[in-house]
């Protein structure tokens, strides 16, 4: 990771994607059953979406649960702004509320 800092790093991802997915595994081979869900509700909404394997780095690992002040993994992340994590995930794929912020995610100038 360069000369970078770990918040510097996750800003960046954050900043560089529309949507975003702080979770263990992929989306393909989720390492546990909250990543699988909260990665299939965005699945579910059709768009495609980034992700970090929090896995594959300690340091982001912790790192995000500092970026965001959210203690558990996964996370989601629109337009630079937390969503939340699987519980908030789920209510708001249930709700619509989800969909309408992936359908808008990158539309904005925002930055």
């Known amino acids: 990771m360069s000369d970078e800092s770990v918040q510097q790093t996750i800003a960046r991802q954050v900043s560089e994607n529309p949507i975003l997915l702080y979770m263990k595994g992929s989306p393909e081979q989720p390492m546990c059953g909250f990543s699988q869900r909260a990665a299939q ?22 790192g995000i649960k500092d ?17 939340g994590g699987c519980d908030i995930i789920m209510e708001m794929f249930d709700s619509g509320e989800l969909q309408q912020l992936v359908d808008a995610a990158g539309a904005g100038a925002s930055g």
């Open 67 to 83: 970026y965001g002040d959210w203690p558990t993994i996964p996370q989601l992340y629109i337009d630079g702004e937390l969503v």
């Open 41 to 62: 509700a965005l699945a579910g909404c059709g768009r495609e979406f980034a992700y970090v394997d929090v896995l594959q780095d300690e340091r982001i690992r912790q």
